[in-house]
């Protein structure tokens, strides 16, 4: 008999994971390593120090160890807002008539609205114990500058964020609520920095990308005494602090005696989708367990399922190290009309190796149908959810349906990363009928990769 | 030795309560009854069924059925967003060097973003069950409207939502997430009914009033076939919903071996004050304890603090029946710069007799302290309060600092109602610095009591 599974299971304080896990200590092989731009050797950690916090930096490149401690200090703030509950979506699987049990691991029960701040924090915390002065970093929708402002604000360090100009004006009161954790916010690309004087001459107009934000932010750490940059998503180091939610959904679903056979991430830069993966990912590669893996990308920025795996720099301003990754080059600016985050032009260097080594699987999927996913489970579920997190939500709902013509109870498991409360300009959009999609043309893409690095591997 | 305190506790689904508590059982003395506004003979509870449910006018006049089964429907949609935290405030006690141990029962975990959402469901319920064509309400702040569309959009009920007009224009967001819930929103005044053309031909600059969108909702229900009206606050039928809150809470600190020394709630209308402590009250009553209940209301709409005692109408329009309550006058308007929400001229006829009968204490406070209680809770404990909330966590954080003057270690509960993304124009105002306090002189209430209606007491 199986056992009665609740709409919600939180685990208790106890059972909070008191370790990150490492998916590349499970890896068959290691995903290629950063490159220094000039010399397009492997970027030794020192070389990362001016950049990031050394501590980060170690993390950044440490591919051998499998579970690391989590500190103590940045428990005790995890346990602010976590454990985050597992959900069983029984509304959701009534109105889709499907045999499905669909599960979603919701991440956006706290106040930066997203998974962010299970990374913010731990950067935060490292970049403290350095003793640094200060910390820069970008933003796109604003979910990781909110995150971050709210960690910075608590380990009482000062924080600039470079924040993409289409959102920074699309969503004012993101910026209010960073101003609230004291931050200091700027549309990018801005003058403050040279690279941002440089990308507003070539186009005045520009909207900016996160690939301009990045370079802003860097150039402004490496330019302030004593001051670092930290990044959200696509990095090692990110995808590691984000294993706590995949190892709480695991021991969570292990609880109801539930195993996934199809996982299901919102895809940006990588954070959300490699943390939940994470554990089941382990799975796979050990082979205990085989389920599918399913990345969900905006047709509008599509790295996965029509870019190039290929060393490309992480930035528009070609100041960072060269990863290699899913990319559209570093040049790409997704569409105007592309609501909400997910629109880095890579992707993490970890994800990327295991797609194209067939451990998992990507779609891409227009936003009005992510939208009319996100109002539809909003009705059912009472969750308003953020337009990256509806991006995982078409992909269960659409997995649900095939369920349902083949008559499979599957069971489904994906990442609810957050709320969509600073995203009602968008929903406005869709809910009046002026939203449109956006696919760019093979001949916009490759503008994007004409100007990708060329680099010779080893 | 006391045990271990999580930061966070949740109930387990099967720790939920299955019964609401009806305070009023446990009165040594009722609350006044309605009056009819015509004979102001104490109304019958047929003459309610033109207005309200008729579960819920029967539930309105029950003074004497302790518990009162929660129907298995609402239980499973309470599962979608219950059981709320209780959650130990370990980083705001230790940034005000309190011995005071600060608990707050945080209902702000949910789309509607506030506790308002406990009594919307059971109103759509009901309204449902008796087969209805339709709801009308009003909304101030947004709170209650959102709740109320998330609950009609999920029975397929027909939501009318009259907003006051100065929320309507200082929170445009609030629209759209009710708009996404399909419910058709009306800034109030408006031309819609005719005690609104009637309003706005005596003043048609007005911003309206929680009394004035209560005139237009009642109006537009009883001249629509088959609708009623539902209110969120200020009824007995909505603190007994509410309770919910207080048994959680009470429960959730009897596992920890705790019980508060003073309980704390924001008063606006009563929703979540009465809910909150309701069974600490029982327990008051009994003699059983003797907690400090303390209400924390707005400076600029002082009902409990400078009201009077008296019978008066809910609304401007003046079409209610009467309760007797701490009242400003039903035509009295908070200023236009008093943010959030807590703007009714009135005050639950249950509180309104405890408070009169000296069970609790009230206090009134501006509303600069009070986003000063706000910022400084947000970066203590990550969470972004809304305003209405922010009062309490003024009157807990004023209570905690006499702790540590007197050297007291007592416990604190306080309700945490919801969250402020909603409400990032008026940080915005505190933030630059260009938000005022505004309190009533004593003219200006007497123009309110004034227009209050004679009425002969048996």
Redesign the interface.
């Known amino acids: 008999m199986s056992k009665k599974i ?3 299971l ?1 685990l ?2 106890d059972q909070m994971p008191k370790q990150w896990y490492n998916l590349r200590a499970d890896m068959k092989e290691q995903p290629a390593p950063l490159l220094n731009p000039g010399t397009h050797e492997p970027a030794k950690v020192e070389e990362l120090y001016p950049v990031f916090c050394e501590k980060l930096a170690q993390q950044e490149m440490d591919g051998t160890t499998r579970y690391i401690d989590i500190p103590e200090e940045v428990q ?2 995890y ?3 976590r454990p985050s509950p597992l959900i069983r979506a ?2 959701l699987e009534k109105a889709l008539g499907t045999p499905a049990k669909i599960y979603y691991k919701f991440e956006g ?5 997203s998974h962010k ?1 299970n990374s913010a924090v731990a950067q935060a915390y490292y970049a403290k114990e350095q003793g640094l002065a200060g910390l820069t970093t970008e933003t796109g929708a604003g979910q990781w500058g909110t995150a971050l402002s ?1 960690a910075c ?2 380990y009482n360090l000062p924080l600039t964020v470079y924040m993409v100009k289409v959102s920074y004006e699309q969503k ?2 993101r910026q ?2 960073m ?4 931050a200091d916010i700027i549309p990018s690309p801005s003058n403050t920095t040279e690279v941002g004087r440089m990308i507003l001459s070539k186009d005045p107009a520009t909207g900016g990308s996160l690939g301009c934000a990045i370079s802003e932010a860097v150039e402004k750490a490496v330019t302030t005494p004593n001051t670092r940059y930290v990044l959200g998503s696509v990095l090692n180091q990110v995808l590691l602090h984000q294993s706590i939610i995949g190892l709480e959904s695991k021991l969570a679903m292990e609880m109801l005696d539930e195993y996934p056979d199809i996982v299901i991430g919102c895809a940006g830069g990588g954070s959300n989708l490699g943390g939940l993966i994470a554990p089941f990912m382990q799975d796979k590669l050990s082979g205990k367990a085989n389920p599918r893996i399913i990345a969900v990308e905006p047709a509008s920025c599509p790295s996965f399922t029509r870019g190039k795996y290929a060393y490309d720099f992480c930035d528009t301003g070609k100041v960072t190290p060269l990863a290699k990754m899913y990319t559209l080059g570093s040049s790409f600016m997704p569409s105007a009309n592309h609501a909400g985050g997910l629109r880095y032009h890579g992707m993490s260097p970890i994800l990327s190796k295991l797609y194209h080594d067939r451990y998992m699987e990507a779609i891409a999927v227009e936003q009005t149908k992510v939208f009319e996913a996100a ?1 539809f489970f ?7 959810p953020a337009p990256e997190s509806a991006h995982a939500i078409r992909g269960a709902i659409d997995e649900a349906l095939r369920c349902k013509e083949t008559g499979e109870a599957k069971t489904i498991l994906f990442g609810l990363t957050g ?1 969509g ?2 995203d ?2 968008a ?2 959009a869709y ?1 009046n009928g002026t939203m449109s999609d956006y696919i760019p043309t093979d001949a916009d893409l490759q503008k994007g990769f004409d100007e990708m690095p060329v680099v010779k591997e080893a």
Do not use: C, W
Request: hydrophobic share 30%; charged share 20%; glycine share 2%.
């Open positions: 609740p709409h919600r939180y208790t304080e005790d703030f346990k602010m807002y029984y509304n029960n706290n106040t930066s609205g701040l709210e604000s608590y004012p009161f209010s609520v101003r609230t954790f004291d109002v909003a009705k059912q579920e009472t969750i308003l709320t409360y600073f009602m300009t929903y406005n809910l």
